[in-house]
């Protein structure tokens, strides 16, 4: 099993700048590829991006391209959400998951184990 924990949410101004962190503990982070999924109030949850277990492959929502990147440090065991720019529609609950595959997915359903999510909040 591993355990995911996001920080780095907050309020963040639109036009600025935010990264988000998931730190993975038990099975190592390396085993899985990853996703960042959004869930605003009233909406359905979105895949934001995604990356690949080695880290070659990466996909972003076209909602947020060009301003969301995602990258991810196996060393650390880590996955980050570089947010760029942001838009009063980013505000959202943020949640890291990880699926036992070695590409990107982008099936909500693929990914077995989720964070508890982090708040981000963009004011205009």
């Known amino acids: 099993q591993v355990q995911l924990v996001e920080s780095g949410g907050g309020l963040v101004q639109a036009g600025g700048s935010l990264r988000l962190s998931c730190a993975a503990s038990g099975r190592t982070s390396s085993s899985y590829a990853m996703g960042w999924f959004r869930q605003a109030p009233g909406k359905e949850r979105e895949l934001v991006a995604a990356?690949?277990?080695?880290?070659?492959?990466?996909y972003v929502a076209d909602s947020v391209k060009g301003r969301f990147t995602i990258s991810r440090d196996n060393a650390k065991n880590t996955v980050y959400l570089q947010m760029n720019s942001p838009k009063p529609e980013d505000t959202a609950v943020y949640s890291c998951?990880?699926?036992?595959?070695?590409?990107?997915?982008?099936?909500?359903?693929?990914?077995?184990?989720w964070g508890q999510g982090t708040q981000v909040t963009v004011s205009s």
């Open positions: 998951a990880a699926a036992a595959r070695l590409g990107i997915s982008r099936i909500p359903l693929t990914y077995e184990y």
């Open positions: 990356v690949s277990r080695s880290g070659d492959s990466t």
